[in-house]
C-alpha cells in the first residue's frame, strides 16, 4: 500500500477511528492493532515478506534480552554480532548477493575467464527491508550500550519495529525515541492532528505536484541523453534533483504528518537541503535520520574525528561508501558515495563542518547575502551532479552522461515526446523554491501563516495543483522503496 492511493486514504480513516474511539483507553490493544494494520499495510505489496519482519523482530527481540541478561563484556557483544550479522545477513541476501556474484564474474572476465552466472538468485527486492533491519539493529544497539531497557512486551516491539507509517521508507527512527512513545499512554491532542493533516497535504503536493509531474521529463532525458545537448542534460539533472527532493521528503512529511494523528512524534528527516550552504550542512538536512544513525553507530564507534585528521578522514570516506552502498547493490551509488566523502573532506579540514548546524540561511534578515547565495548555489551545483550518479543505471551510462555534459555545449530548446509545456515546469519550480525559502525556518509548519484566509487560500492553491498535475499514467510508487 502507498501513501498516495485510494487505497490508503480508505485504510487510514479506519484505523484511526478503531485506535481513538474503540481502544482510546487501552494502551495494549492500541499497540496490537497498530500491529495488525502495519501487517496489513505491508502485506498488501507482497504478504509473503512479512516473514521476514517477523524473523528480524523476533531475532532483536531476543537479543535485546539475552544483552540485559548477562554482564559479561564478550557475552553482550557476541549477543550484539548476532543481531548484526542477521540483519546485514537479510540484506546481503536479498539487495547484495547478486551485486558481489556479478562482480566477482566481471572480475573473472577482465583476465579472460568466463564464468556462467548460474549462482544469481532471482528474488524480489523486499520493499523497506534496508530501512527496517537497520531500525530493529538500533534496538540492540541501544541495549548494547545501555542507553535502554529491552523490553518483554513481544507485541508492543513487534508494533515498534514494523509501525507502518514509516516502515517502508522511514525515517529510520532510533529505539530510544520510538519505543518510549510506543510504551506510554497517548492522549487525542487536537493541535497535534491538525499538525498531522498539514504534512500529510504538504507531503502529497511535494509528491504529487513536484516528483510525480517532473518524473516522465526527467525519464526522458536520462533514457536518450546521448541525443540531447549540454543545456538539455542540466536540465534533466536539476530535474532530477527536485524530483527526488519531492518524492522522498514528500514521504516523510506524511509519514510524520501520519504518526501525529496517533499521538506519535517521528524525527524531522529532512530541513530544506536545497538552502544549504555546504555540503556538511546539506547532509545536516538531508535524511537525517539515516545520517544520523550512521554517526552514532558506525562513524562515532570508529573513532569519529577524536583522532588524528588522517583517521577523521578514513572514518568520512567510510561513512560516506557505507551510505552510498546502503542506498543500492550498484557502484553506481558507491561512486555517489565516494564523492560526496571528496565534497566534504574539504569543509572538514577547513574546520566548516559545523559551522551552519543551528541555523538557518538569511538567519536574521529578508534575503541572503551575495555570499550565502554563492554559496547556496554551489553547493546545490555540487549535489546536483553527485546525482548524475544516483539517477543512472550503471556506471557506463553515468560517464557517458558526463562525457556529453563536458563535450556537447550546444543549446537546443527541450521539448517533451508528449508535448509538455516547460514553462509551467519552470514556473513550478521557482514558485516552489520560494515557497520553501519563505517557510525555511520550521519544517513542521508548511502553512504557518497566522491569517485563516490566507492559510484558506493556500490549501486551496495546494489541492488544486494536485488534481491540476495529476497524472494516473505516471508511476506513483516512491523512489526510495527501491532502497
Known amino acids: 500500500?502507498?501513501?498516495?492511493?485510494?487505497?490508503?486514504?480508505?485504510?487510514?480513516?479506519?484505523?484511526?477511528?478503531?485506535?481513538?474511539?474503540?481502544?482510546k483507553n487501552h494502551l495494549k490493544a492500541q499497540n496490537v492493532l497498530l500491529l495488525i494494520a502495519s501487517y496489513v499495510f505491508y502485506g498488501m505489496w507482497d504478504w509473503r515478506f512479512l516473514s521476514l519482519i517477523l524473523l528480524s523482530t523476533c531475532v532483536d527481540y531476543g537479543v535485546g534480552l539475552k544483552i540485559d541478561a548477562t554482564t559479561v563484556a564478550k557475552q553482550r557483544k557476541r549477543w550484539l554480532w548476532v543481531s548484526v550479522i542477521f540483519n546485514i545477513g537479510l540484506l546481503g541476501c536479498f539487495k547484495y548477493y547478486n551485486f558481489f556474484v556479478d562482480s566477482w564474474i566481471d572480475m573473472f572476465s577482465v583476465f579472460g575467464y568466463e564464468l556462467k552466472s548460474t549462482w544469481m538468485?532471482?528474488?524480489?527486492?523486499?520493499?523497506?527491508?534496508?530501512?527496517?533491519?537497520?531500525?530493529?539493529?538500533?534496538?540492540?544497539?541501544d541495549v548494547y550500550y545501555k542507553k535502554l531497557k529491552p523490553t518483554s512486551d513481544f507485541l508492543s516491539f513487534a508494533a515498534f519495529v514494523s509501525f507502518f507509517p514509516q516502515l517502508v521508507a522511514g525515517p529510520i527512527e532510533r529505539a530510544s525515541n520510538l519505543m518510549s512513545q510506543i510504551f506510554n499512554k497517548r492522549t487525542f491532542n487536537y493541535n497535534q492532528m491538525v499538525s498531522g493533516l498539514k504534512l500529510i497535504l504538504w507531503g502529497l503536493f511535494k509528491k504529487i505536484v513536484i516528483a510525480d509531474a517532473i518524473g516522465p521529463i526527467v525519464d526522458d532525458i536520462f533514457a536518450n541523453y546521448n541525443s540531447h545537448s549540454a543545456s538539455t542534460l542540466i536540465l534533466g539533472v536539476t530535474l532530477f534533483s527536485f524530483q527526488v527532493y519531492g518524492d522522498f521528503s514528500g514521504y516523510s512529511d506524511i509519514a510524520i504528518g501520519t504518526s501525529k494523528l496517533f499521538g506519535i512524534e517521528l524525527m524531522s528527516n529532512f530541513k530544506f537541503p536545497n538552502f544549504s550552504r555546504n555540503v556538511a550542512e546539506y547532509w545536516q538536512r538531508w535524511h537525517i535520520s539515516l545520517s544520523t544513525w550512521f554517526r552514532h553507530y558506525i562513524y562515532i564507534p570508529l573513532g569519529g574525528s577524536r583522532g588524528?585528521?588522517?583517521?577523521?578522514?578514513?572514518?568520512?570516506?567510510?561513512?560516506?561508501?557505507?551510505?552510498?552502498?546502503?542506498?543500492?547493490?550498484?557502484?553506481?551509488?558507491?561512486?555517489?558515495?565516494?564523492?560526496?566523502?571528496?565534497?566534504?573532506?574539504?569543509v572538514f579540514l577547513l574546520g566548516r563542518n559545523a559551522v551552519y548546524k543551528d541555523t538557518v540561511i538569511a538567519q536574521n534578515s529578508i534575503f541572503p547575502s551575495f555570499t550565502e547565495l554563492g554559496q547556496v548555489l554551489l553547493t546545490f551545483v555540487i549535489v546536483t551532479f553527485s546525482r548524475i550518479f544516483f539517477r543512472s543505471a550503471s556506471i557506463t551510462e553515468a560517464f557517458g552522461f558526463?562525457?556529453?555534459?563536458?563535450?556537447?555545449?550546444?543549446?537546443?530548446?527541450?521539448?517533451?515526446?508528449?508535448?509538455?509545456?516547460?514553462?509551467?515546469?519552470?514556473?513550478?519550480?521557482?514558485?516552489?523554491?520560494?515557497?520553501?525559502?519563505?517557510?525555511?525556518?520550521?519544517?513542521?509548519?508548511?502553512?504557518?501563516?497566522?491569517?485563516?484566509?490566507?492559510?484558506?487560500?493556500?490549501?486551496?492553491i495546494v489541492v488544486l495543483a494536485m488534481l491540476l498535475f495529476y497524472d494516473s499514467n505516471v508511476d506513483r510508487s516512491f523512489i526510495y522503496f527501491q532502497f
Request: charged letters at 10%; glycine letters at 4%; a positive charge.
Open 402 to 460: 558526463i562525457h556529453r555534459l563536458c563535450t556537447n555545449f550546444t543549446y537546443e530548446t527541450y521539448l517533451h515526446p508528449l508535448g509538455y509545456r516547460m514553462m509551467d515546469y519552470y514556473i513550478l519550480i521557482i514558485l516552489f523554491v520560494v515557497y520553501e525559502y519563505i517557510i525555511r525556518k520550521d519544517e513542521r509548519s508548511p502553512f504557518l501563516f497566522t491569517s485563516k484566509v490566507v492559510r484558506f487560500i493556500m490549501y486551496t
Open 308 to 346: 588524528s585528521t588522517l583517521k577523521s578522514i578514513r572514518n568520512i570516506c567510510i561513512i560516506f561508501l557505507v551510505s552510498g552502498f546502503w542506498h543500492g547493490a550498484n557502484w553506481t551509488f558507491i561512486f555517489w558515495g565516494g564523492f560526496h566523502a571528496l565534497a566534504f573532506i574539504p
Open 1 to 23: 500500500m502507498v501513501f498516495n492511493s485510494l487505497e490508503f486514504f480508505i485504510f487510514l480513516p479506519v484505523v484511526f477511528i478503531l485506535y481513538w474511539f474503540v481502544f
Open 121 to 141: 538468485l532471482h528474488v524480489v527486492l523486499p520493499v523497506g527491508i534496508s530501512f527496517y533491519t537497520f531500525q530493529t539493529m538500533s534496538y540492540s544497539f
